[in-house]
């Protein structure tokens, strides 16, 4: 919200927020999930207490997403194993919190019929909006610690921010070159609220922790690196599957290396 439409001039009526019964049972507190490995019994037999207990991840999302003006509508993305009483306990929970609607999408299993509900909820909630209710979070003219300030404690509910010696610096560079007024995306871990990954729910009791911060004058923002998140290389201008293919005889991938 805070870059693309500000850029764009769109003022959304609507977010669709995603869930899963898995994700939020992990937020309740269920087991790590490793890649390759089998999951746990609690992702794939009913858990309604466990998934209870991590519900407030999703409410914490649906309050940041009413503070921008919109209507958030809930989508509970249906898994085979999920039972229909776990999915009663999600869509209560986003109701409970302020959600325009909660709606179960079997787009898995049904295709685009199994989406139709959500589409229709959708719909409603953005006839139901007016777009001069869409608000930013903040200003842009908001010093840059300010502003990551703003989103880490309204957004992510830390209680501040800490600084490295080495972003104090380049927020100082920035701002001398014009640049303070950007608006800011920061880079950090998707699996919780704060910078440490394993601080399920919602977390409190924390700070944010600014290592360096990066511009992208070109594309028109600042991205602050916080904790230990790692960014994705750039790509190149000559994307790498030109020189992957198949050899037609034995069958093997070749130019993957």
């Known amino acids: 919200f805070n870059i693309k439409c500000r850029a764009s001039g769109l003022k959304p009526k609507c977010a669709v927020i995603v869930a899963t019964v898995r994700a939020l049972k992990m937020h309740g507190g269920g087991p ?13 037999e009913e858990n309604v207490e466990l998934l209870a207990k991590g519900c407030c991840n999703l409410q914490k999302h649906i309050e940041n997403a009413t503070k921008f003006g919109v209507n958030a509508v809930v ?12 999915i009663e306990v999600v869509k209560k929970a986003a109701m409970d919190a302020g959600a325009f609607d909660a709606v179960m999408s079997n787009h898995w299993a049904e295709g685009g019929a199994g989406a139709a509900d959500l589409a229709r909820a959708v719909e409603k909630a953005c006839k139901a909006n ?43 560079q920035y701002e001398e070159a014009g ?40 594309a028109g923002f600042l991205y602050p690196i916080c904790g230990d998140i790692m960014t994705i290389p750039g790509l190149p201008t000559r994307p790498g599957f030109y020189d992957v293919d198949v050899d037609l005889e034995t069958g093997d991938v070749i130019g993957l290396f």
């Open 179 to 218: 640049l303070g007024g950007l608006p800011i995306c920061i880079a950090k871990t998707q699996y919780s609220f704060s910078c440490d990954p394993a601080a399920k729910g919602v977390p409190n009791g924390f700070k944010i922790t600014v290592r360096e911060i990066r511009g992208c004058a070109g």
């Open 32 to 44: 790590p999930v490793s890649a390759g490995k089998p999951l746990a019994t609690e992702y794939v």
């Open 75 to 86: 989508a509970v993305n249906r898994f085979k194993t999920d039972t229909d009483a776990e």
């Open 130 to 172: 007016d777009e001069s209710n869409f608000k930013f979070l903040y200003p842009l003219d908001l010093s840059i610690k300010e502003k990551i300030e703003c989103i880490s404690t309204e957004i992510y509910g830390a209680d501040g921010v800490d600084f490295t010696d080495l972003a104090e610096k380049q927020i100082a």
